[in-house]
Each structure stands twice: as C-alpha cells, then as structure tokens.
Antibody, heavy 116, light 108 residues
Framework: QVQLVQSGAEVKEPGASVKLSCKTS????????THWVRQAPGQGLEWMGI????????VYAPRFQGRVTLTRDTSTSTVYMELSSLRSEDTALYYC??????????WGQGALVAVS | QTVVTQEPSVTVSPGGTVTLTCASN?????????PNWFQQKPGQAPRALIY???NKHSWTPARFSGSLLGGKAALTLSDVQPEDEAEYYC????????FGTGTRVTVL
C-alpha cells in the first residue's frame, strides 16, 4: 500500500536548521512528485515546495525561497526538506504529500517542528 | 502576491446542501488552475477529496462534487452528514501552488 512515513518531532533553537525526511513506499518513487506543506498551530495549510524525483528539480513558494531546500534519495525513495534560519513562526506541523498530473492523493502523517 | 480566499465558516443542517467557494485575487479560477480540494479534521492530516476541478478519488463520498462557479472553484456537499464537519481547503496552481484560506464547516 502507498505510504509516506515522516521522521519524528524536532525541537530547535532560533537560527538553527532542521532537516525532515519523508520515506515513501508502495509505488514507483520516480512516478510522483513530492510536495511539502506546513500548518502552524491553529492556522491553515501553506504550500512550501515541490521536488521532481526524476531529476531533483525544485520549485519553492516565494516566501521560502532561499531558506528551504528539497532533496531526494532515489536509492531509498526518500525526500528531504531542510529549513534554515529558523524562527518562532516556523513552529508548525510539516507534511509531505504525493502528486501526479495535478492530482494530489496521499499524505504523510506530519512532523512537528518546535522552535524555541 | 497571489491570495486564494474561501469563506471562513459555514453552518449546514444534516441532510442539507452547501457550496464552498475558492477565489483568486489574480482573476477568475479556471480549469487551468487544476483545483484540488482537501478535508481536514482536528488532529489529522488533510485528506484529498477532489482533483482537477471535479474528479473524485476512489474514497471520496458521492455527496461531494467539484465544479467551477462564477469564476471560482466550488465544492458542493449534498446530503450533509455529521461526519462532514471539518475544515476544507482548496489548492490552486499558478506555476507554484497556493492554498486557500480554508472554510470551517459546522453541521448543526
């Protein structure tokens, strides 16, 4: 079955970086894009970026440009999201999600990042 | 900066019908924005409901339908059930993606 399993919660100090993972299984890794979405406490969903698993090409939301880096490891079918220069406003649940041909379907369980 | 706006909240009676909309400040929403709709309940990850305006996933209940309405993307919930109480988000494509502000649906 399709699964996107994310790494665990992280606590970071302001100014630090965090790197989260999203390990996929149950489908051909290179057939689907992976997106990252975050949700601050009590707030809405915010799209962060997308990575093409075939060539590693990325597109980032303007507000995260320069601070977020998406990478992938095709040997382990895992996508990584690194966010730098953390501030308190980055405290949120971070999700990965699968997409193909503008069709979003499966999501990871989410990973909490607390900046304090 | 592109902003995608949804109704903050709606209340609907069980068995009733409600339509949620999704508007862009950059112009009419079209099929080329490939609207997706998601449902999120407290403490859960979002669940995909609709993709590319009006296509349902295999798990999407038949009472949910997507469309374009008056320059907006729309999600209609028919014969609303108590378990439909949730937050609903649209997602539009502009070369990058932007989520809507979300609509809280209360079933009362």
């Amino acid at each position: 079955q399709v699964q996107l399993v994310q790494s665990g919660a992280e606590v970071k100090e302001p100014g630090a970086s965090v790197k989260l993972s999203c390990k996929t299984s149950g489908y051909p890794f290179t057939s689907y894009m992976t997106h990252w979405v975050r949700q601050a406490p009590g707030q809405g969903l915010e799209w962060m970026g997308i990575i093409n698993p075939i060539n590693g090409d990325t597109v980032y939301a303007p507000r995260f440009q320069g601070r977020v880096t998406l990478t992938r490891d095709t040997s382990t079918s895992t996508v990584y999201m690194e966010l730098s220069s953390l501030r308190s406003e980055d405290t949120a649940l971070y999700y990965c999600a699968r997409e193909s041909a503008f069709r979003f379907d499966f999501w990871g369980q989410g990973a909490l990042v607390a900046v304090s | 900066q592109t902003v995608v706006t949804q109704e903050p909240s709606v209340t609907v009676s069980p068995g009733g019908t409600v339509t949620l909309t999704c508007a862009s400040n950059s112009g009419p929403v079209t099929s080329g924005h490939y609207p997706n709709w998601f449902q999120q309940k407290p403490g859960q990850a979002p669940r995909a409901l609709i993709y590319s305006t009006n296509n349902k996933h295999s798990w999407t209940p038949a009472r949910f339908s997507g469309s374009l309405l008056g320059g907006k993307a729309a999600l209609t919930l028919s014969d609303v059930q108590p378990e439909d109480e949730a937050e609903y988000y649209c997602l539009l494509y502009f070369g990058a993606y932007v989520f809507g502000t979300g609509t809280r649906v209360t079933v009362l």
